[in-house]
């Protein structure tokens, strides 16, 4: 009868991964893969030399039972899969091109051990990147958990302020909406542009139930702004490739031209009325 297996998950949020980290990633997960793959070659030898094989017959092919290695998808979508060997190869890769996902796995069927981790560069996905360690051996599962739970939280995190805000920006997003939008149409209205008098009229008699129908309007594009720019931040963001400081710079760019896309027509709205 097997032993028990013990499952560690540990899931994955709110971070960024360098490409130094994920090298060091890939080293922690082939270690602890290696620990558990020679305990399983120790049983699998005493198993096989209680079945009457002469211990000089049994060779790597009979003892290693292990299916291992970890992909990396390119940002085109391509996906590339190396052996534990071939780290090298993988971290020039890193060096050069944009990675969106990485997926570690190893797994071998004489303790029954598994260990998958994958990092997926994503906002919108909650639990597509996790780490998981399974194994007949308990002390492996949950020394090797700990382990993992360790190192990925002393990676840097991702910025939470969007997160601990949301409501203040939206808010904010929406009063500046709102702000502009009643500027410009006092505007047409004082200059009967678009506006006939009662209209106008009813506008200011009924102030309170225009900024209402206003709030409604400027609500929707509010969060539509808190998304795009939330957007900007993945939860898991794997920073790799030569145009890693270019990426931050577009980014930067764009906050800024969000930010003056809503304040400078605002503002524009209000040097209307002073007209």
């Not at 500027?183 to 009662?198: A, E, G, H, Q, S």
């Not at 609500?219 to 931050?248: D, K, M």
Request: charged share 25%; net charge neutral; hydrophobic share 45%.
């Amino acid at each position: 009868m097997n032993d028990i297996i013990v499952k560690k998950e540990l899931s994955i949020d709110n971070k960024i991964f360098t490409k130094g980290e994920i090298l060091s990633l890939i080293k922690l997960f082939i270690k602890q893969a290696n620990e558990v793959l020679d305990e399983s070659k120790e049983v699998k030898r005493r198993e096989l030399i209680g079945e009457g094989w002469p211990e000089s017959n049994i060779t790597e092919k009979h003892l290693n039972t292990c299916h291992a290695g970890f992909d990396l998808t390119s940002s085109d979508n391509i996906k590339y899969s190396f052996k534990f060997e071939q780290i090298t190869d993988a971290s020039e890769m890193l060096n050069t091109m944009e990675i969106i996902e990485i997926e570690m796995y190893f797994s071998e069927n004489v303790l029954n051990s598994k260990l998958l981790i994958k990092l997926r560069h994503s906002n919108n996905s909650p639990g597509s990147s996790y780490a998981q360690a399974e194994s007949e051996n308990s002390e492996w599962a949950k020394v090797t958990g700990r382990s993992l739970e360790n190192f990925i939280n002393s990676c840097r995190d991702q910025t939470s302020f969007l997160k601990k805000y949301k409501t203040l920006i939206i808010s904010i997003t929406t009063v500046i909406l709102v702000f502009f939008l009643y500027n410009l149409i006092d505007f047409f209205i004082r200059t009967k542009v678009m506006f006939p008098k009662i209209a106008g009229s009813m506008f200011r008699e009924s102030f309170m139930y225009v900024i209402v129908i206003l709030v409604l309007i400027s609500a929707t594009p509010s969060i539509l702004i808190y998304r795009w720019i939330n957007n900007l931040f993945p939860g898991v963001e794997i920073q790799t490739g030569a145009n890693i400081q270019e990426t931050n710079n577009r980014r930067r760019i764009k906050l800024l031209l969000m930010a003056l896309l809503v304040i400078i027509p605002a503002i524009f709205s209000y040097l209307l009325r002073l007209i």
